[in-house]
């Protein structure tokens, strides 16, 4: 069953006529594509990209990070920033920090949405009865998707999206 949750400046943005039908699809950058089509790799029960797979275990990164569980270290290896595979414009202030417009973080955020779609699928390809959750944000300095397996008793964030004030945050659950 796939189910998307937003908090209220993700969903007045996305959703201005009042159905996720309305929304345009987004094309995906060759790299991203690639990085994309490259698949799921299962290690030590956590799913990463393939592209993302490097020599270190889960459990040795763990330990090194300090990271509570597999969601955890699923979410920091499955991260990216969105604002590197989109055609936005990342303007950059006086100070040095990083300036994406409101009509650009719409672009993250539905960019991050066919990036979900295209993991959902790649997923289910490897392993067909797991639960995922992407987890795609937008805010006035950057966009982040990532993703990890649904286990029971861990979580990554706050299930109250509202909480996040300061970004657009949506929530694409598939569990098969």
């Known amino acids: 069953m796939l189910t998307i949750r937003m908090n209220e400046s993700a969903a007045a943005a996305l959703q201005p006529l009042g159905s996720t039908a309305a929304l345009p699809a987004a094309e995906m950058h060759d790299e991203l594509r690639d990085k994309v089509s490259r698949g799921v790799v299962e290690s030590e029960g956590a799913l990463v990209f393939a592209a993302h797979h490097g020599s270190d275990s889960p459990t040795a990164a763990l330990a090194r990070m300090g990271w509570p569980d597999l969601t955890h270290y699923e979410c920091q290896v499955n991260s990216f920033h969105l604002e590197d595979y989109a055609p936005v414009e990342v303007a950059l202030l006086e100070d040095g ?13 539905r960019l991050g949405l066919a990036v979900a779609d295209a993991v959902r699928n790649r997923v289910r390809a490897h ?46 659950d598939d569990r098969p």
Do not use: K
């Open 97 to 109: 920090q990083p300036q994406i417009s409101d009509a650009d973080q719409v672009t993250l955020l």
């Open 127 to 172: 392993a067909s009865r797991t639960p995922i959750r992407c987890i795609i944000s937008a805010n006035d300095t950057n966009g982040v998707f990532r993703f990890h397996r649904i286990r029971s008793g861990e979580q990554w964030g706050v299930l109250n999206l509202d909480q996040y004030q300061w970004e657009m945050a949506v929530i694409v």
